[in-house]
């Protein structure tokens, strides 16, 4: 709990007792700082709406308190004026958290935490749960929107643990009106790919702007694109381009891409990685199976995920499949060796299955194999409704028309994973 504490010497006590009766003001020789060095004076002094030289009255004392105070990056706080000198030890607090930026577009990095720092001395890149300073930078956002002639409202959220439920983020985001990207200008696109790109764009223009992620998920998906199609060497370049605008009561941010399609490539091999989770030999069945129409980097796309979907069935959900592709443009093939960084296994939390009744959640539970601290395997979740009702009649008749959704919620940190399995009839 943050406390407001004002101290004073004790020789000064009838003196200021008066002084604050009767209005008399002070010109404090200094004005000092002791407790947060992580906050320079000048920022303090900022913050507190205090300048050196300034002539002061008690209340104005216990005002400028009161502002630090407010913001809630100080956690407790004591001022003494002995006549000369006046004096504030400071207690930072210490459940500031990160500030994230959603939908705003606006350039989340150095540039943006500058801009706001300007605006607020004690923002470093981190707000309290609420109120404070949380409240200032929403403020503040709102304000850089309206400046480029962008009228919205900004809230902020919070995320938090999953096991201790401490407040980990804050997210400021618009609410209204909506905010989408439009990619507006295009170049190096072949005219062979003209009409597919153009389909791909007209896709990803519908998704919701992300600050951090959009211009990755546009890359990837039409990198995805010219990867199915063989064009091995492909580079694919998302930048913002230009500021944003209003059209039809939405906020569109612009985006340009710039392609370099190189050439068609067959694929010649695909070698495993050492120690793989798949065989040598179902790598080259998969490369190699008749696939009709279907180019052969769509085969080449489904390696990659098999190989990835091995891995997370022995509890590595954060394993990172990294192809290298080896071009020989003299025969126009392509050879892959793949890296994979496994990272951690994780483990089953618990399982809880929502919106049925006692007797047939304890069906479910007698059925369900993957106990509490094993591996786990999101395959198993994914498809255990659909195998228990083979192997019990009692559940295949009472599940008959009933749809199944899970969560499946994994902590970084503790490599923990929670399920819920919700069954909805139609």
Not at 157 to 174: E, H, R
Not at 311 to 333: F, Q, R, S
Request: charged share 20%; net charge negative; aromatic share 8%.
């Amino acid at each position: 709990m943050r406390r407001l504490l004002f101290l004073f010497l004790t020789a000064l006590a009838v003196l200021v007792a008066a002084h604050s009766v009767t209005g008399q003001k002070f010109l404090p020789k200094s004005i000092q700082f002791k407790g947060a060095p992580e906050y320079s004076d000048e920022e303090l002094l900022a913050a507190a709406g205090l300048k050196k030289g300034m002539v002061l009255s008690y209340a104005d004392m216990n005002a400028c308190s009161k502002r630090l105070m407010d913001t809630g990056v100080i956690a407790t706080m004591a001022f003494k004026f002995d006549g000369q000198d006046l004096i504030f030890t400071l207690t930072p607090s210490i459940d500031l958290v990160p500030v994230k930026v959603d939908n705003l577009p606006l350039i989340p990095g150095m540039d943006l935490d500058a801009k706001l720092h300007d605006q607020l001395p004690l923002y470093h890149g981190k707000v309290p749960a609420e109120g404070g300073l949380t409240e200032s930078v929403r403020t503040a956002l709102e304000k850089m929107l309206a400046d480029e002639g962008l009228q919205a409202t900004v809230t902020a959220t919070t995320s938090a643990d999953l096991w201790t439920q401490k407040v980990n983020a804050v997210s400021y985001s618009i609410t209204a009106p909506q905010v989408a990207v439009t990619i507006d200008h295009v170049e190096g696109v072949s005219a062979l790919n003209e009409a597919k790109v153009t389909a791909v764009i007209d896709y990803v223009s519908k998704e919701p702007f992300d600050a951090l992620h959009s211009a990755d998920n546009m890359e990837r998906l039409i990198e995805q694109y010219y990867d199915d199609q063989g064009y091995a060497g492909a580079k694919i370049h998302v930048a913002r381009d230009g500021a944003p605008s209003v059209k039809s009561g939405i906020i569109m941010v612009p985006f340009s891409l710039r392609v370099e399609e190189g050439r068609v490539y067959t694929v010649k091999s695909i070698q495993a990685p050492p120690g793989a989770n798949i065989p040598q030999a179902e790598i080259d069945r998969l490369l190699s199976a008749p696939s009709g129409n279907q180019p052969q980097g769509v085969r080449v796309r489904t390696i990659w995920v098999t190989l990835s979907s091995h891995y997370k069935e022995k509890g590595y959900l954060d394993c990172k499949i990294t192809p290298h592709a080896v071009l020989d443009d003299a025969a126009d093939t392509v050879s892959y060796t793949v890296d994979v960084d496994p990272g951690p296994v994780y483990h089953l939390g618990f399982v809880k299955f929502d919106n049925v009744s006692d007797d047939l959640r304890n069906l479910l539970i007698h059925n369900w194999q993957m106990m509490p601290g094993d591996v786990f395997n999101e395959v198993y979740v994914a498809t255990f409704i659909e195998k228990a009702k083979n192997q019990d009649p009692v559940l295949r008749r009472s599940l008959a028309d009933v749809k199944t959704k899970y969560d499946a919620t994994a902590d970084p940190q503790t490599h923990v994973v929670n399920v819920v399995i919700r069954l909805e009839k139609p």
